[in-house]
């Protein structure tokens, strides 16, 4: 009786440890799997919740640019040059005679003006008044050898004629040739004499023409011989600019290469400006000759440019004269085209080259024969036709084959040229002006969600066969059951 109930007892003992056991792998079972399976709802209810991206169609890409239309028009071309202007006549002032100088004037200063004739300069003249007298006391020496010959001639014929010897006396008996050496000598006493006198005015040094003073190289009580710098002076009867021309320049002024101071081919006038006390100061002038000879380094030709009386009645608007030595810009008047074409600068590319664009908003590149160009415009003989929209902003080659949008220069609020629109983004606005499509419902994990209407379509599908077997064998097991 014993042993049975050790029997008992030990299985009673062994139940509690199954049951622990068998929970103990239920859970190691059944938690990685509900894990899963929360894993799995909560990614389908993310797929649910997240919005798919609508997809758009690439837009046919646009850019706006801005450009003004060609015009036709007579243009005169001008030459903007620059040069540094000159004296047309500059020499070194020079004494004939040496001596000291004894008296100078107060014009005699770098800067001073002259007159043509004022005295500038006097050379000590007592050796040279000392000539003049010697040379007219050798004068009157010779006149009164003169006045004996003749005398002595005179009676030498007396005395031929009281011998009565008939015949012609000879020469020699009549004393000329000893006449004609005394008239000679007195020839020559009046020569040196005309020379003393000479030598005495060249003491005084005069100006050679109406002008200035550059530069001063003797004062008072240096002593000069003939030939030395006394100062360096020019004319103020004209001043020079010369102008280097290339063969543009000569195409647009029509100018001829061997043009001269007497040709009658018309002077092109030329409008001339400086910056003086920081102000532009304009003098007016005319084209009187050229060079006649090229650069070979720089292949160009002069033109010479010239303004008279530079320091007087061609003094600017505002009492400035031309000195000089300034340099100067020149604006020369060119020949005048009838019909030419203009754009604006910054229209013309490199190559001259023009982006023209068309009503629907699409360019092309075309080549210009360039006539003249400024800061603010060009001139073109070909290329563009007037009324043609060129195109002004900064564009690359490679973005030529866009759609152009095009904005007046004038006012870019204003559109000029709108691009026509594609198909697809007319029908796009079409749908979009009809109204916004009802957002589709989704069910978890991003299906779809099925409506009443299409659970009543699945209603009225037919049964596949398989599924008919299925439904009638759950009937069955249905009608079975107590």
Known sequence: ???????????????????????????????????????????????????????????????AVMAVPAYQDTVVL????????????????????GGKITFVSRQFVAGGQFNKGDVLLRLEQADYDVAVLRAEAA??????????????????AEDWKDLGRGGQASALTLRKPQLAEAEASL????????????????????APFNGRIKERFADIGQFVSPGARLARVFSTEAIEIPLSLNDADLTRLALPVSMSADSKVKKPKVTLSAIIAGERR???????????????????????????????????????????????????VGRKIDSAIVIPRDSLRPENKVYV??????????????????????????????????????LEKSQISLKF?????????KVIIEPPKPDWMKKKEADEAA?????????????????????????????????????DGAEAAEGSKP
């Open 139 to 156: 004068v009157a020496r010779a006149e009164q050898l003169v006045v004996r010959e003749k005398a002595e001639g005179a009676i030498a």
């Open 187 to 206: 020839k020559s006493a009046l020569a040196d004499l005309d020379n003393a006198k000479l030598q005495l005015s060249r003491t005084i040094v005069r």
């Open 282 to 332: 304009v003098w007016n002038g005319e084209i009187v000759r050229t060079d006649g000879v090229f650069d070979p380094q720089t292949r160009t030709i002069s033109a010479i440019a010239e303004v008279r009386d530079p320091f007087g009645k061609g003094m600017s608007a505002d009492g400035f004269p031309l000195p000089p030595g300034l340099f100067v810009t020149a604006e020369i």
């Open 405 to 413: 949008k095009v904005l007046d220069a004038n006012d870019p609020s």
């Open 435 to 471: 109204g916004e499509k009802e957002p589709e419902k989704k069910g978890w994990f991003g299906r779809k969600k099925k409506d009443d209407s299409d659970k009543e379509g699945e209603a009225k599908k037919p049964l596949k066969k398989d599924q008919t077997e299925r439904k």
């Open 78 to 97: 001008d030459v903007s040059l620059q040069g540094q202007t000159r004296p047309r006549t500059e020499v070194d002032m020079s004494p004939q005679v």
């Open 1 to 63: 009786m014993s042993t049975t109930q050790n029997t008992k007892a030990a299985h009673s003992n062994m139940g509690p440890k199954k049951k622990s056991g068998f929970l103990r792998k239920a859970l190691v079972i059944l938690v990685p799997i509900l894990i899963f399976v929360f894993a799995f709802l909560a990614l389908g209810a993310m797929k649910a919740g997240k919005k798919k991206p609508e997809v758009q169609k690439r837009r046919d890409p646009t850019l």
């Open 357 to 394: 664009v068309d009503d629907k908003g699409e360019a092309q590149s075309r080549d210009a024969v360039v006539l003249d160009t400024n800061a603010e415009r060009a001139v073109i003989a070909s290329g563009v036709e007037p009324g043609e929209y060129v195109i002004i902003s900064p």
